[in-house]
């Protein structure tokens, strides 16, 4: 419990002891606690050091420890100003990083990443250098599966970062994901929005850091590169936004918003279909979105079609952006 406040198991064990036995003696808390009088000796000796116990009065040494709500207080605060001094320095080394990157070749301000393990890690560590906002592109293959990474950021989220992020049909299409974790997301607070194609997969941080994992050979990523700010940067960023806005939103289409549905919006499973008609997926993906049969799925497409009184795919998202469903 204490060992983020720098206590040894030890002498937190002899801590809760002292409180269980006040004014022992070094023998007796070494007999209470099992451990040899030179061990209780040199746990009593820090627990005085940090301010958790006190010798009483009298020529025999006995010990009371101080009250957790008095002694543990003043080492949080010490903790606290260490972990705020270490976030300054941190943010001291980052300028040096970067006024020396932008005075050596350009080729610094790109690192490549090799290796699952440390992609992995580094990908896992994005969402916590975030501000403000964080914006990615969001296609397959995955090193993470895109269930992993939910619980973090629904934690970003609830702590003011925003999240905006593009799905390719093919990661809308990817089994489960539509009815799982984009639909967790969204719950969550993140913004989808669903594009045909992606040029790549992307994450950026802010507007001062960027992750590209690379394809090395086919379904896996081999590599990824992190991209410090330059001009290659604010071009990720520009062209991030550029999708964003060609990008149809999706959630309107699963069913989010009560006041749209009471209006007359479809129910949840045309829901899922508009918004793998709007992504742009076939009747197999569409199928595989919704985990039912492919005869089943072109049923509700046709379904869908003949109430909205169109022809084909696209007057029926025409048909639907009038509605206000899109």
Same mark, same amino acid.
């Given at each position: ?114 290796? !699952? ?16 906002? @964080? ?11 895109? !269930? ?65 994992? @690379? ?112």
């Amino acid at each position: 419990m204490f060992k983020a406040l720098g206590l040894s198991p030890s002498e937190e064990d002899l801590y809760t002891v002292l409180i269980h036995s006040p004014r022992s003696t070094v023998t007796e808390l070494a007999a209470y606690g099992s451990v040899s009088s030179q061990q209780a000796t040199r746990d009593l000796q820090k627990l005085v050091r940090h301010g958790l116990a006190n010798r009483l009065p009298g020529r025999q040494a006995r010990y009371i420890a101080v009250a957790p709500d008095i002694a543990v207080e003043p080492l949080l605060a010490k903790r606290e100003d260490e972990l705020r001094q270490a976030r300054l320095g941190t943010s001291d080394l980052m300028k040096a990083f970067h006024e020396a990157s932008r005075e050596h070749h350009p080729a610094e301000l790109v690192e490549i990443i090799t290796g !699952e393990s440390n992609i992995r890690s580094r990908t896992d560590q994005l969402p916590g250098a975030a501000q403000h906002q @964080i914006r990615g592109f969001d296609r397959p293959p995955y090193v993470v599966s895109p !269930e992993e990474n939910i619980n973090q950021e629904a934690t970003r989220i609830r702590e003011g970062i925003t999240y905006r992020v593009v799905y390719s049909a093919q990661a809308v299409m990817w089994p489960g994901r539509l009815e799982g974790d984009i639909r967790d997301a969204l719950a969550a607070g993140e913004q989808v929005r669903v594009r045909p194609d992606l040029p790549t997969k992307l994450w950026i941080v802010d507007d001062k850091m960027a992750m590209i994992p @690379i394809n090395t050979r086919q379904n896996a990523v081999g590599a990824s590169f992190i991209v410090r700010p330059c001009d290659l940067l604010d071009s990720l960023i520009s062209m991030f936004e550029a999708e964003w806005d060609r990008a149809i939103p999706l959630r309107s289409f699963l069913g989010e918003d009560p006041a749209g549905a009471a209006a007359g919006e479809p129910d949840e499973t045309r829901t899922a279909v508009l918004s793998c008609l709007a992504a742009g997926l076939t009747d197999e993906g569409i199928a595989r979105s919704l985990g039912c049969s492919l005869r089943t799925a072109q049923r509700h497409i046709r379904r869908l079609m003949q109430d909205l009184n169109v022809s084909s795919r696209f007057q029926a998202g025409m048909e639907a952006r009038q509605r206000g469903w899109v």
